[in-house]
C-alpha cells in the first residue's frame, strides 16, 4: 500500500507538470481567434515603440513573437517531460544521459504533429508543417539550455 501511494505521489510529482502544459498547449492551440487575440496586444504596443513603422512590419514583429512564443513553450514543455522522465530526487548527481533529452524529443515532436493536426480541425486554423519543425526546435532548444547549464553549474 505504501509503495503504491509513493508511486502515485511520484507520478503526480513529474507527469502532472508536463500534462498540465500540454493542456495548455492544447487549449491555445483550440483558440481560433488567437492570432487576432495577440495582435490586439502586441499591434498597439509596436505602434507606440515605433510609430514610424508601416502596417506590414508591424506584422511581421507580430508573426516573430508568436513564432518565438512557440519556441518557448515546447523550450518549457521538453524541460518538463525531461524532468518526468530522469525523476530526480533533489542532491541527485547521475551524470547527464542523453537517454531522457532523445526521449523528451521525440515526445515533443510527435505532441508538436498532434498539436498542428488537432488545429486542422479548429475553424480559421490550419496545421502546418514548418510549426511542427519549429516546436521541435524548441524543445531541443530548452535541452541543449538545461544541458549547458547543467554543465555551468556543474550539476554534470
Known sequence: MVCTVRRLWLYIKYWLPPLLWMSLIFLGSADRASVNRSSRILEPL?????????????????????????????????????????????GDHRPWSWREPKWALLIVFAYACLDELHQTFVP??????????????????????????????KRW
Open 46 to 90: 509596436f505602434r507606440w515603440l515605433f510609430p514610424e513603422m508601416s502596417d506590414a512590419g508591424i506584422g511581421t514583429c507580430i508573426l516573430i513573437v508568436r513564432k518565438c512564443a512557440h519556441l518557448t513553450e515546447y523550450a518549457f514543455f521538453a524541460i518538463l517531460i525531461w524532468r518526468a522522465l530522469r525523476q530526480h530526487p533533489p
Open 124 to 153: 480559421g486554423r490550419q496545421g502546418a508543417i514548418q510549426d511542427v519543425l519549429l516546436d521541435t526546435l524548441g524543445g531541443a532548444f530548452g535541452l541543449v539550455l538545461l544541458w549547458r547549464m547543467g554543465k555551468l553549474f
